[in-house]
């Protein structure tokens, strides 16, 4: 039999025949008029070259036939309503289970916490697991290995000659801040970064994985006519600020990293105009309508939305403190 000309509400109305043993009853619990009803049964005649039931006395009597397919019928019946069926309520308290969340080692030690508590604050039997990003991540999230990531989109930044960001076009992305980017240097450093003569006259340190010379702002630099040099080399953004800190070099970081570098640096201004990006989180379009995944991309976003938030804040709430202890009584 081809089951592509099979009408699956002809199994319906089988199952209400065979408990029902009526016509004009079965009708009723579909919401048939009894002639359809009657229709439908001469079609369930012809799909099982059966008369399947016979009239005895006032109802219906099921013939052998009939009478076998009923357990059969039972369990399709079940699967189908299996298949159709919403999925189940997700319930935060009783998951269980991992979060793999990938993010850069500076984000790591920015929003870790305030991620892992908002997840245990709600969810406290699911683990959370921060991952790295690297070349495999986006392999990662096709196969369902990596659920979230956290990075910002660099399509505003010059193209590298040596090899562009990854292609994430593929992916949904949600916006939750805007990073822009200071130069930090060390607190006691007298000379001013406020010029381009002064920014291009400095020693750069400047973040690097592959320990390259070039950053994203020489590209800037290059279609001004200027450009600097780049004195160090490090893997994050968090050991480019304590090296600033620490010696005469400048870096040129992301805002919140220098905020949150727990040493006493000068920050200021780039002297040249470099782009806001979009601090995002990004996933595979396909896990958009699971309630578990919504759920949790909903908490993180909250947690790395106040987190920074509140990292910025604080330089804000330190000078009305200041101000206000200096305002005349």
Same mark, same amino acid.
């Given at each position: 039999m081809n089951l592509s000309a099979v009408d699956l509400n002809l199994l319906v109305a089988l199952d209400r025949l065979l408990v029902r043993r009526s016509v004009t009853a079965a009708a009723r619990d579909l919401g048939l008029s009894q002639p359809a009803m009657s229709?439908? =049964?001469?079609? &369930? +005649?012809? /799909?099982? !070259?059966? @008369?399947l039931f016979v009239r005895d006395g006032r109802g219906l009597a099921p013939t052998p036939r009939a009478l076998a397919l009923a357990g059969p019928l039972d369990e399709a =019946?079940?699967? &189908? +309503?299996? /298949?159709? !069926?919403? @999925?189940?309520?997700f319930v935060p308290t009783h998951a269980r289970g991992e979060l793999?969340?990938?993010?850069?080692?500076?984000?790591?030690?920015?929003?870790g916490a305030a991620i892992f508590r908002a997840i245990a604050g709600v969810a406290p039997g699911v683990d959370l697991r921060m991952i790295?990003?690297?070349?495999?991540?986006?392999?990662?999230?096709?196969?369902?290995?990596l659920d979230l990531a956290l990075l910002p989109d660099l399509g505003p930044l010059p193209t590298d000659p040596r090899g562009g960001p990854p292609d994430l076009t593929e992916l949904v992305r949600r916006e939750l801040y805007r990073r822009r980017f200071v130069v930090v240097?060390?607190?006691?450093?007298p000379a001013p970064l406020h010029t381009l003569d002064d920014y291009c006259a400095a020693h750069h340190v400047i973040v690097s994985t592959e320990g390259g010379s070039r950053g994203f702002v020489d590209e800037y630099?290059?279609?001004?006519?200027?450009?600097?040099?780049?004195?160090?080399?490090?893997?994050?953004?968090?050991a480019a600020v304590q090296l600033a800190a620490g010696t005469d070099l400048v870096a040129t970081v992301a805002e919140e990293v220098a905020l949150a570098a727990g040493t006493a640096v000068r920050t200021a201004s780039p002297p040249?105009?470099?782009?806001?990006?979009?601090?995002?989180?990004?996933?595979?379009?396909?896990?958009?309508?699971?309630?578990?995944?919504?759920?949790?991309?909903?908490i993180v976003a909250e947690a790395v939305a106040a987190a920074h938030a509140q990292l910025v804040e604080q330089p804000l709430r330190k000078i009305a403190s200041t101000s206000a202890a200096g305002s005349p009584p």
């Amino acid at each position: 039999m081809n089951l592509s000309a099979v009408d699956l509400n002809l199994l319906v109305a089988l199952d209400r025949l065979l408990v029902r043993r009526s016509v004009t009853a079965a009708a009723r619990d579909l919401g048939l008029s009894q002639p359809a009803m009657s229709r439908t =049964l001469e079609r &369930l +005649r012809g /799909v099982f !070259a059966d @008369p399947l039931f016979v009239r005895d006395g006032r109802g219906l009597a099921p013939t052998p036939r009939a009478l076998a397919l009923a357990g059969p019928l039972d369990e399709a =019946l079940a699967a &189908l +309503r299996r /298949v159709v !069926a919403p @999925p189940p309520e997700f319930v935060p308290t009783h998951a269980r289970g991992e979060l793999r969340l990938g993010l850069a080692d500076e984000l790591q030690h920015l929003y870790g916490a305030a991620i892992f508590r908002a997840i245990a604050g709600v969810a406290p039997g699911v683990d959370l697991r921060m991952i790295p990003l690297g070349e495999g991540s986006l392999e990662a999230s096709r196969r369902g290995a990596l659920d979230l990531a956290l990075l910002p989109d660099l399509g505003p930044l010059p193209t590298d000659p040596r090899g562009g960001p990854p292609d994430l076009t593929e992916l949904v992305r949600r916006e939750l801040y805007r990073r822009r980017f200071v130069v930090v240097c060390a607190a006691a450093r007298p000379a001013p970064l406020h010029t381009l003569d002064d920014y291009c006259a400095a020693h750069h340190v400047i973040v690097s994985t592959e320990g390259g010379s070039r950053g994203f702002v020489d590209e800037y630099l290059a279609a001004l006519g200027r450009r600097r040099r780049v004195a160090a080399s490090v893997n994050t953004f968090g050991a480019a600020v304590q090296l600033a800190a620490g010696t005469d070099l400048v870096a040129t970081v992301a805002e919140e990293v220098a905020l949150a570098a727990g040493t006493a640096v000068r920050t200021a201004s780039p002297p040249i105009p470099l782009p806001t990006l979009a601090m995002c989180l990004w996933w595979q379009p396909v896990r958009t309508p699971e309630p578990r995944h919504r759920f949790f991309r909903d908490i993180v976003a909250e947690a790395v939305a106040a987190a920074h938030a509140q990292l910025v804040e604080q330089p804000l709430r330190k000078i009305a403190s200041t101000s206000a202890a200096g305002s005349p009584p």
